[in-house]
């Protein structure tokens, strides 16, 4: 069955720290992958994805995220930290088939970012 | 804002009663998909839409349906509604019914039942 793990559930960092934010993945084929975003009380915002062709994507707000087939993950990486990043993070993989769409997620790894 | 209109914000109700959760998609965009975030169970997809036919369920309860109408605004139907059922609802839409289309989320509407 398809599933998508993210092993740590808090995560506290100190502004300007780099950051990683891990996300496995249990997919039979080739996975569509997504990083949503989730700040309190707001809906999610794309912030990248990953369909095919470069391992290494770019997305918004300074993230990318590296796909890598061996080892089943998309983690997800800043190099330097804002205050304003502090928000709920899900990795999800999209399932694509038959004429219909939708998205698993992950559990979402809530991040702190201290001044 | 991603275009995506949900109504209400906020809903409380008592157990047993019926609500109604509304949707408006992005200007263009022909597929709905609703999904439930709740404390134990996550992020959910319970049903997806696309030009008023149902297309794809996911963990959608009996209790539960959603239809798409011809403006292609959509409605989630909660019936016998139960303590477990407080979550945060959220609506979805995308261009197309599959592909790798993105999906653009609505800001939710938050259910309470007490």
């Known amino acids: 069955a398809q599933s998508v793990t993210q092993p740590d559930i808090h995560i506290t960092v100190s502004e300007g720290a780099s950051l990683e934010l891990r996300c496995n993945y249990s997919?039979?084929?080739?996975?569509?992958l997504f990083w949503y975003v989730q700040s309190p009380g707001q809906g999610l915002q794309l912030l990248l994805k990953?369909?095919?062709?470069?391992?290494l994507v770019q997305g918004i707000k300074g993230f990318e995220a590296e796909f890598k087939r061996s080892q089943s993950s998309f983690n997800l990486r800043k190099p330097s930290v804002h205050w304003s990043d502090s928000a709920e993070y899900f990795c999800?993989?999209?399932?694509?088939?038959?004429?219909?769409?939708?998205?698993?997620f992950g559990a979402g790894t809530r991040l702190a970012v201290h001044p | 804002d991603s275009g995506v209109t949900q109504t209400p914000k906020h809903l409380i109700t008592a157990t047993g009663q019926r609500v109604t959760l509304r949707c408006s998609p992005r200007?263009?965009?022909?597929?709905v998909y609703w999904y439930q975030q709740s404390l134990d169970q996550g992020l959910q997809f319970l049903i997806q839409?696309?030009?008023?036919?149902?297309?794809a369920k996911g963990n959608i309860l009996e209790r539960f349906s959603a239809q798409q109408f011809p403006d292609l605004h959509s409605e989630l139907n909660l019936s016998s509604l139960e303590l477990g059922d407080s979550a945060l609802y959220f609506c979805?839409?995308?261009?197309?019914?599959?592909?790798?289309?993105?999906?653009?989320f609505g800001p939710g509407t938050r259910l309470t039942v007490t």
């Open positions: 979805a839409s995308s261009a197309q019914a599959s592909g790798s289309g993105e999906q653009y």
């Open positions: 997919y039979g084929a080739t996975p569509y």
């Open positions: 990953y369909f095919s062709g470069d391992t």
């Open positions: 999800a993989v999209g399932m694509f088939s038959g004429g219909y769409n939708k998205l698993i």
């Open positions: 200007s263009g965009d022909l597929s």
């Open positions: 839409y696309y030009n008023g036919e149902e297309r």
